[in-house]
Each structure stands twice: as structure tokens, then as C-alpha cells.
């Protein structure tokens, strides 16, 4: 199925075009068709612990994250299908960890529980990944970036490679008993979202043209890879399994892709943006919501919004 891009106007590429270089990603959706089992998962695997829940009628919605910081949200939705892993959807969610030895304690953790499916390990050169599926079938990476300074580049632009990464060693080398003592501490949280989509191009118009982030990578077969601020991808976009789908019905996984902006002004720049490609959108005041071209549900939100807004989202 075939989607047309946004058409960009001197309006929209005038309106503040660059997402703000401090803007960041916010704790995900997932709807998910057994919310205690996932709830567990999280906890147990990935050291999260629920934060608050919300039930409205058979909809019971609960965000998990750590040290008070929100990193998932689950919304129970035992009616919806699996999702076909051919559709437009999520390829992972990444959980970001401020160093290698609290990495390295949830990946020993993750990979003790036996509802966790080892999917591999990579040196990206800018970061050290590890990738695991949960039990429904959402792809989770965790990783840990090295300090910029040493991202590898080529021709002005940050080279993200893929290289071979041992896990055992990569354990051996990093995992110690303080790590594990303290693993649930402050300092993780969401990275990036790696999403699948049906065509490169009007991603790159939706997400680059229109939400304003900047190209970092786009030579890797089937990908781009975008950013705000500099960073090596704030979202990832692939063809990979989905190449030439269409719009999403309504299914189990991905619900939200939530992202945070630091004041209104960049909502009021990304409204006209909106409105100049002819896009429908809702304006709540300290969020903007807009469906992109595969109708998954995007959210940019002000700081300092509570677990109690994440909820309500």
C-alpha cells in the first residue's frame, strides 16, 4: 500500500523547523493482552516497579518505571489482536543506563528470567546493546552509550556500525555485586523507539519535515535513524519486516510514541508546522497529539507532567 508524504510549505520549513536540541523520549505505551503478566515481566526482568494505575471500566492502564522516573506504560486491551509482525508497529523500545556495571546487572537479570527470549547483542560504536523480546512480542533493547567524544563519524555525521559484542564477556568484565545490590537505582531510563514502518520516505517527511528531527543516519539498508540535539537517534525508523504497509489496524503493542519538549513554544512552532501539512492534530495545552503516517499515535509533551498525566495520555 502506497503513502503519499506530507507536501512541505515555506510555512512549515520556516516555523522552527529543528525540534529543540533538548528534546527527549518519554515512557512508551504498550496495549498489552495480560496486564499482570507483563507487569511482572517488567519488574522481574528489567527491574520496574509499578509507579500508579488507573482503571477505567475494563481498560486498566499502570506505568511502571524506576526511582519514580516512568519508563513503560501498559494498558490492558485483552480484546485486541496480536499484531501481524509484517505490520507497522514497534521494532523495540530501548531503556537507556547511565553506565556499563548497572547495564550489565539488568541484563544478568533479564536474561535469568525464563519468559525473556535472547534475540542478540551488538557494538554499535556509539552504544553496547543487548536485545531481548518479552512475552507478547514487543522487541526491548537495553544499552549504554560511550561518551560522545569518542561516536565514530563519517563525512560530519555520527557512523553508527553494528560489530560483534559477547555477552558472557561483556559480563564478566562489568557485572559486580554493588550493580547487582542496587539494580532498580535512578539513572535509566527510554533512549530511543525503534518503530517499523511501511516506506522510508514519508517517514523521513513526517518525522523530519514536520516533527523536526534531524537525519543522523539514513546509508544503513532499510533504516533512518533521526535525533534531536546531536544525539546518535532518538527514533529509528525500518522496512525491515513491514516494507509497504499500510495503516494500522488497532492490535496489541505499540500505543503511544511520547516525547518530551521543553516549552510550549515548541508545541505552538510544531502547531503551525501541523496545520501548514494540512495534518489533524489535538491541542491539549501541555501536549500535542498527531497520528503519523501509519496511524500510531504520537505525543509531545511539556516536563514536569506527573504520573498521573502519563496515565491519562
Do not use: C, K
Not at 526482568?45 to 471500566?57: D, I, K, N, T
Not at 534475540?119 to 549504554?144: K, Q
Amino acid at each position: 500500500m502506497s503513502i503519499t508524504p506530507p507536501t512541505p510549505t515555506a510555512a512549515l520549513r520556516d516555523a522552527g523547523r529543528v525540534i529543540n536540541a533538548h528534546t527527549s523520549m518519554d515512557a512508551p505505551t504498550l496495549r498489552v493482552g495480560d496486564l499482570d503478566s507483563m507487569s511482572s515481566y517488567y519488574s522481574r526482568a528489567f527491574a520496574m516497579e509499578p509507579l500508579e494505575e488507573v482503571a477505567r471500566g475494563r481498560e486498566v492502564r499502570r506505568v511502571l518505571g524506576r526511582a519514580g522516573t516512568p519508563m513503560v506504560r501498559l494498558v490492558a486491551s485483552p480484546d485486541l489482536p496480536v499484531p501481524d509482525p509484517r505490520h507497522a508497529g514497534l521494532f523495540h523500545t530501548a531503556f537507556l543506563f547511565p553506565d556499563a556495571p548497572s547495564l550489565a546487572a539488568t541484563v544478568h537479570r533479564a536474561a535469568l528470567d525464563p519468559r525473556s527470549r535472547f534475540v542478540g547483542s551488538s557494538d554499535h560504536g556509539v552504544s553496547e546493546a543487548f536485545y531481548f523480546t518479552d512475552p507478547e512480542g514487543n522487541g526491548v533493547e537495553l544499552y549504554t552509550d560511550r561518551e560522545r567524544a569518542q561516536w565514530p563519524r563519517r563525512g560530519g555525521r555520527i557512523e553508527m556500525t553494528t560489530g560483534w559484542l559477547d555477552p558472557n564477556a561483556y559480563l564478566r568484565e562489568h557485572l559486580t555485586q554493588d550493580a547487582l545490590d542496587s539494580v532498580g537505582s535512578p539513572g535509566a531510563r527510554v533512549g530511543h523507539l525503534h518503530l517499523q514502518v511501511g516506506d522510508l520516505a514519508p517517514a523521513e517527511a513526517f518525522y523530519v519535515d514536520i516533527l523536526g528531527f534531524e537525519v543522523t543516519q539514513r546509508d544503513y539498508p532499510g533504516a533512518l535513524f533521526v535525533s534531536a540535539g546531536g544525539y546518535h537517534h532518538h527514533l529509528a525508523m525500518n522496512t525491515w519486516n513491514s516494507r509497504g504497509a499500510g495503516p494500522r489496524a488497532a492490535s496489541l503493542g505499540l500505543g503511544d510514541v511520547a516525547i518530551t519538549v521543553p516549552g510550549r513554544e515548541d508545541l505552538d512552532a510544531l502547531g503551525i508546522r501541523l496545520r501548514a501539512a494540512h495534518l489533524p492534530f489535538e491541542d491539549h495545552g501541555t501536549s500535542i497529539v498527531v497520528l503519523d503516517p501509519w496511524h500510531t499515535r504520537v505525543t509531545l509533551s511539556l516536563p514536569g507532567r506527573g504520573v498521573e498525566e502519563v496515565l491519562a495520555r
